[in-house]
């Protein structure tokens, strides 16, 4: 669905907090012969293992992969016509920075994407959600990876950033313009986009 949103953006897509590579290949795979995209990650791990997938995917050619810091990217501005992170920015703490490096690399008139867990704001998902996530989520998570821990911090990283509007209000302060989300599943995740403003 966040993917969705690079609708009409060609070129070079910037993925911040890469992980695995995802979120890369599915950018590549929307209009493949038209994007390329790089994938950025401050976890070596991470990189090697998304190097390892986009070989056997075949997709090494379109997919780019470096370590690096999302508070310092190593990129000139207005090299990207977009870029986005995804379940990524929750964790960094100086998110004014990072987002600011983001406006910074693409060109104008080029857009931002955050997908981010949020917490709902109303309705049977708002009174089930702190349940799921405080109980369940960290139960199925540590059942299918062996490492419950891991998935522990998750609660507390999603409450301090409760809702979408944090993220549209950081995203005006860094000079985008025609910021907006969109709520999936209830509000458990939003999707908060901006363009970034002509000199």
């Known amino acids: 669905m966040a993917v969705r949103e690079l609708k009409g953006f060609e070129g070079w897509i910037l993925d911040i907090a890469t992980g695995t590579g ?3 290949i599915e950018i590549v795979y929307q209009i493949g012969h038209k994007r390329k ?3 950025l990650d401050f976890s070596e791990p991470m990189i090697r293992r998304a190097y390892r997938k ?4 075949g997709f090494s050619q379109r997919i780019a992969l470096s370590l690096g ?4 990217l190593p990129f000139r501005e207005n090299t990207f016509t977009a870029s986005m992170i995804a379940f990524g920015l929750r964790n960094i703490v100086k998110k004014e920075q990072a987002l ?3 406006v910074r690399v693409i060109k104008e ?3 931002v994407i955050i997908l981010e867990f949020t917490f709902p704001k109303k309705g049977w998902m708002r009174r089930l959600y702190p349940i799921y996530f405080e109980k369940i989520l960290p139960w199925i998570g540590g059942l299918i990876s062996g490492d419950r821990e891991a998935y ?3 609660p507390e990283s999603v409450y301090h950033f409760q809702y979408a509007e944090n993220y549209e209000e950081i995203m005006r302060k860094v000079g985008l313009k025609n910021v907006s989300s969109c709520p999936l599943t209830g509000g458990i995740a939003s999707i908060i986009t ?5 000199q």
Do not use: H, N, T
């Open 22 to 24: 995802d979120v890369a």
């Open 37 to 39: 995209v790089f994938g």
């Open 54 to 57: 986009l070989l056997k995917k």
């Open 69 to 72: 810091d999302a508070l310092s």
């Open 100 to 102: 600011a490096e983001m």
């Open 109 to 111: 008139d080029g857009k």
């Open 152 to 154: 522990a911090y998750l």
């Open 194 to 198: 901006g363009m970034k403003k002509c």
